[in-house]
């Protein structure tokens, strides 16, 4: 009796994979290791490679596939040319008896254990080349969803073999250096989840763009999955924070983007696999798809599944819209940043940034500059120039053959988890999806730059314009005694420095996330009333979906903050409270109602002197009650606050009382207050402040600016502004030794070390016990640090 060429998925590991395909093989294997760990793959089976090949040798193909290879190879033949006769002679050809007995008898099966009759199936193809751990070969075959019965089911597999030649395919193939006739194609036919009915999307269990191993980033989108791979939608974001998945009552998802998701596939009336799409509702796009308790259901299967295979992984989930189980339906190794080194990367940085034109999801951390080449279907894709951007709707996989020769890539739509995405990341090449309508905004051979260099958000600049390249070989920095930190401001590139040896973050403000991502003023948020009716409309859309719109900002600055605190935990990671200036508040929306004139702001209602006064009071409230979710909700215990710009011990008494208030006790759930000591009062009775405050952090600009009475932002007196004269450094030796014989750390989280290596050494000299720096001159300057504890006496 001939062996079988079919086999259930609980019958297949993946040490089976030249049998049935990575895609297969990835699925027997959870569905046989990982259900009790809560990891639910549908039911489902497969046919083996020995399947197509009989196919293949039955229908006598492999000579006709030979010679059409042969003639593309000798230039008689077009690429598409190529694939479209190869696809033919497969879908001309019939299915041995055998094999097809033996498919619809397991369908006949799989109807019996679901108790439905003639149920609907997904038929996915999986090469045995496919998501090996150097090669994704994501989307290169095609998906059947919503196959039902015995004769769509048969059409569909035919097809599936097809698209074995699919144009990409062939050229992905002939890029990797896999031979066409070595490779055979596994078909697996699994239980439909009815995601049409709710939602469905794409998971890493890494960053995607930076490599940060403690991330897992998931995408979705309503309706069935396709969109989300193929790109035609963008769709929602969110990030989770692995280390504290484990700590109960927590979390920590850091991050969470409402995608435009315009568009659902859904189950259709007709056709050989019975999908389309419709446009989603005005409510759908405007509701973020999963709730905290999926994303943190699916954040920890992310998390056994990578454990269980010891890589990083590329997974795709969907939600079953009748009985709302989550479905793991596909996971294959992630293939570009598991590659990546862990002690060195390249950064980029535009040297002068010109006029922006468009915004989307950034693809990776380069800049291109080039001349735009604006296609918009795949019917003239004979129309790329190479070298150039690349500027089209949606980048599915019919334009690989053209993405690895473009200098960058730019598309309407799509998310950081498309198949366009992934693809252009294991190419190397830059490109910004998403743009919303980039492709009606650039024209052909415009001179543009874009830029991936700055977190998640990619920008497209007018011109070609300049940028440097830098190295950073980690593993060659020295150890220091002293703590070198690092000062982040923006969420959105947060994790692009993970791999510096940074001990925590020695400066995180909060001002960033208000101006560049709540863009409301808190108090407008408290009292929309008081605003104009344009600015209440403007609030009612930003804060959608909350139940009241303080709640947006709670939510938003708490996910910045732990984003930020993230990259180094468990180390410190200290964030200042607002420190906007009365005419920075007055830009932000509903900010003019709420904000006096002041002569000179730089020295007015700013820091500390607003968290208690009523005029901000309630504002205020809104950040303790943020930082009191980051450390107690989200888990991040090692965020430690700090107060800037207090005048005087009986203002931090207040301050103090006014975070007690809220929830914020010094000392109680470990938590530390810290001041930033940048007032000439601060260090004169520093003994005094050091009994309310656990730790300093010295201001280099205010306390230079106010020492020397120099405005800092006088572009006159610009050369009188110095961190290095003798009576700011005199400031400054007596403020650490004042804060060491208090018995509290200090530290300095000023430009100052970064601009000046002397100063750096200074600061060693007087024994600070840290040096917080920007990322791009960590590497500069913690080579200074180091030299200067070897010179320093002891």
Not at 88 to 97: I, K
Not at 149 to 172: H, M, Q, W
Not at 512 to 534: C, D, G, S, W, Y
Not at 567 to 575: D, E, L, Q, R
Request: proline fraction near 5%; hydrophobic fraction near 40%; charged fraction near 25%.
């Amino acid at each position: 009796m001939s062996k079988p060429h079919v086999l259930w998925f609980e019958d297949i590991r993946i040490t089976d994979l030249p049998a049935v395909g990575g895609k297969n093989a990835s699925l027997g294997e959870m569905t046989a290791a990982l259900s009790s760990k809560g990891v639910k793959v549908p039911s489902g089976f497969a046919t083996d490679a020995s399947a197509y090949r009989t196919y293949v040798a039955e229908n006598r193909l492999e000579q006709g596939i030979a010679t059409r290879l042969g003639e593309f190879h000798s230039g008689k033949a077009t690429l598409q040319e190529t694939g479209t006769a190869i696809r033919a002679l497969f879908l001309e050809s019939s299915f041995p008896a055998q094999i097809a007995d033996e498919i619809l008898s397991a369908y006949g099966d799989l109807s019996r254990r679901l108790g439905v009759d003639r149920p609907a199936v997904a038929v996915r193809s999986s090469a045995t080349a496919e998501d090996l751990p150097d090669a994704s070969f994501a989307g290169q075959q095609e998906t059947f969803l919503n196959v039902r019965g015995e004769r769509e089911l048969l059409d569909a597999c035919r097809r599936c073999y097809a698209s074995l030649f699919t144009d990409r395919a062939i050229s992905y193939r002939e890029t990797k250096g896999f031979d066409h006739l070595d490779v055979a194609l596994s078909i697996g036919i699994q239980q439909m989840v009815r995601s049409d009915l709710s939602g469905s999307g794409v998971m890493f269990s890494v960053d995607t763009e930076t490599g940060f191993p403690d991330a897992i980033v998931i995408s979705a989108a309503w309706g069935l999955g396709e969109t989300v791979v193929q790109g035609t939608v963008n769709p929602d974001k969110y990030v989770v924070f692995k280390p504290l998945l484990a700590q109960p009552g927590t979390e920590p998802i850091v991050d969470k983007e409402l995608g435009g998701k315009a568009f659902r596939m859904v189950y259709g009336e007709g056709g050989s696999h019975r999908t389309r799409i419709v446009e989603t509702t005005a409510q759908e796009r405007a509701t973020l798809v999963l709730e905290n308790a999926d994303i943190i259901q699916l954040a920890r299967w992310a998390v056994a599944i990578e454990e269980h295979y010891l890589r990083p992984m590329d997974m795709e989930w969907a939600k079953d819209g009748e009985s709302g189980e989550l479905y793991i339906v596909q996971a294959r190794p992630e293939t570009v940043q598991a590659q990546s080194s862990s002690t060195s990367f390249r950064h980029y940085s535009l040297t002068p940034k010109g006029k922006p034109l468009a915004t989307g999801a950034a693809i990776g951390m380069a800049i291109a500059a080039g001349k735009a080449c604006v296609i918009r279907t795949a019917a003239d894709i004979e129309q790329f120039r190479d070298g150039s951007i690349l500027v089209t709707e949606t980048t599915d996989p019919d334009w690989v053959p053209i993405m690895k020769r473009a200098a960058g890539i730019v598309t309407d739509h799509g998310g950081t988890t498309s198949h366009a995405a992934i693809v252009s990341r294991e190419l190397g090449v830059p490109a910004i999806v998403g743009t919303g309508n980039a492709t009606e905004l650039l024209l052909d051979n415009q001179e543009i730059t874009i830029s991936c260099a700055d977190g998640d958000i990619g920008t497209i600049y007018e011109g070609a314009l300049d940028f440097a390249v830098t190295d950073i070989d980690i593993g060659s920095l020295p150890a220091t005694g002293t703590d070198i930190m690092v000062n982040i401001a923006n969420p959105a590139a947060a994790f692009q420095w993970w791999r510096l040896p940074a001990r925590g973050v020695g400066l995180a403000r909060m001002e960033f996330i208000i101006n560049a991502h709540i863009k409301v003023h808190p108090m407008a948020l408290v009292h929309p009333e008081r605003t104009a009716p344009e600015t209440q409309r403007r609030i009612r859309d930003l804060t959608h979906g909350y139940p009241q719109p303080a709640d947006y900002f709670v939510d938003v600055l708490a996910r910045g903050i732990a984003k930020l605190a993230s990259p180094y935990y468990p180390h410190p990671a200290i964030v200042r409270l607002s420190d906007f200036k009365t005419n920075e508040y007055a830009h932000l929306v509903g900010g003019d109602a709420f904000e006096p004139e002041e002569e000179n702001p730089m020295l007015g209602f700013r820091g500390a002197s607003r968290y208690y006064d009523e005029r901000y009071r309630e504002g205020f409230a809104l950040e303790c009650r943020a930082l009191k979710r980051v450390r107690e909700t989200l888990g991040f215990a090692n965020v430690i606050v700090m107060v800037p710009f207090c005048r005087t011990p009986a203002e931090a008494d207040r301050v103090l009382e006014a975070m007690a208030a809220n929830g914020l006790v010094r000392g109680e759930h470990g938590l530390q207050i810290y001041m930033m000591c940048e007032i000439p009062s601060n260090v004169i009775l520093a003994e005094q402040f050091a009994t309310r405050f656990d730790g300093f952090s010295i201001g280099s600009n205010d306390l230079t600016q106010l020492v020397l009475g120099v405005d800092r932002d006088s572009g006159i007196l610009a050369s009188l502004f110095d961190e290095r004269d003798e009576a700011v450094t005199r400031m400054i030796a007596e403020a650490i030794r004042k804060a060491h014989a208090a018995g509290i750390k200090i530290g300095i989280c000023g430009q100052a070390p970064s601009n000046h290596p002397e100063f750096a050494a200074f600061l060693v000299s007087e024994g600070i016990d840290s040096i917080s720096l920007n990322p791009d001159s960590f590497v500069r300057t913690i080579g200074a640090v180091a030299d200067a504890e070897q010179c320093k006496p002891g």
